[in-house]
């Protein structure tokens, strides 16, 4: 609530502590939903998936873009960052 509020009076997030038009959202997103929601916004694109994180999360979103890129006029490139 306090997130929400601070945004309300300065229009920062107060995770990120930048101005923003939207907020932090928490938990784990639901995958499914942002893939189908980009394949519906950017048809017949190719869509960069750009990961540095957790190895595991990297080949959940590997998957996940092998699997919405067949039979699909939307590629979904994945591409991984190891610093």
């Not at 590997?62 to 991984?80: A, D, N, P, W």
Request: charged residues 20%; hydrophobic residues 40%; proline residues 4%.
């Amino acid at each position: 609530m306090a997130q929400i509020l601070y945004h309300k009076d300065t229009g920062i997030d107060i995770i990120t502590g930048v101005a923003a038009t939207t907020l932090t959202k928490f938990g784990r997103p639901n995958w499914q939903s942002v893939f189908n929601a980009m394949k519906a916004k950017h048809p017949k694109t190719t869509v960069g998936v750009l990961f540095c994180g957790a190895p595991l999360l990297g080949k959940v979103l590997r998957k996940l873009c092998i699997k919405f890129s067949q039979g699909s006029k939307t590629k979904f490139e994945f591409v991984s960052e190891k610093f």
